[in-house]
């Protein structure tokens, strides 16, 4: 039977890997969208993709090779206090992302999925030659607002979000790595 407790080993971390390590990359996707707002809405729907489609039921098939570990090395969770606290921590962290980080990034997409909303008498590059062409300094009239100020706050909440997902990431490796308790 110990050859079976190595292959849900081996599936159990290559699923982590597969699962999580995408979601590494979230933090730097966003940080480039700030930079290039355009591009925002693209870079929130392939977030949310990769979270529903990789990353969530990744973790999913995570949760049941550990199950399998559990069982095929007898590890008993109600003893083994690093398991018990890995398995919580795990739990609450997948809830997390499917009822909070995932719905928050969906608003985010819907509210930059048209196009940014006019607002009279903004400043906004001038275009025409009388007043120096494209690039000149702005002109009064009608031009795009910023992003809404609920945007902001769900940016904020999904930045937030983002870091504890991957502060819960890092403490269940290491519960599973070092095994302290």
């Known amino acids: 039977m110990a050859w079976l407790g190595t292959i849900f080993l081996y599936l159990h971390v290559a ?4 699962a999580f390590g995408p979601s590494i990359a979230f933090p730097f996707f966003a940080a480039k969208a700030a930079h290039e707002p355009q591009h925002g809405n693209f870079v929130l729907r392939t977030t949310a993709f990769i979270q529903s489609r990789l990353v969530e039921p ?7 090779m550990g199950v399998g570990l559990i069982v095929t090395r007898g590890y ?3 003893t083994e206090i690093w398991l018990l606290i890995a398995i919580v921590l795990f739990l609450i962290t997948l809830f997390y992302s499917m009822l909070v980080q995932l719905p928050t990034v969906r608003k985010m997409i819907a509210l930059t999925s048209g196009p940014p ?3 009279p008498d903004a400043e906004r590059p001038s275009d025409t030659p009388a007043m120096g062409g494209p690039g000149a300094p ?12 609920e945007f902001v706050a769900l940016a904020t909440k999904a930045g937030r ?13 290491a519960l599973m790595i070092f095994k302290p308790f």
């Open 15 to 18: 699923g982590a890997i597969v």
């Open 58 to 64: 990744g973790a999913v098939f995570v949760f049941l």
């Open 76 to 78: 008993n969770p109600l």
């Open 117 to 119: 909303p006019i607002v």
């Open 138 to 149: 702005a002109a009064p009239g009608a031009g795009p607002a910023g992003p809404p100020p």
């Open 161 to 173: 979000g983002g870091q504890l997902l991957t502060a819960m990431l890092f403490i269940i490796l």
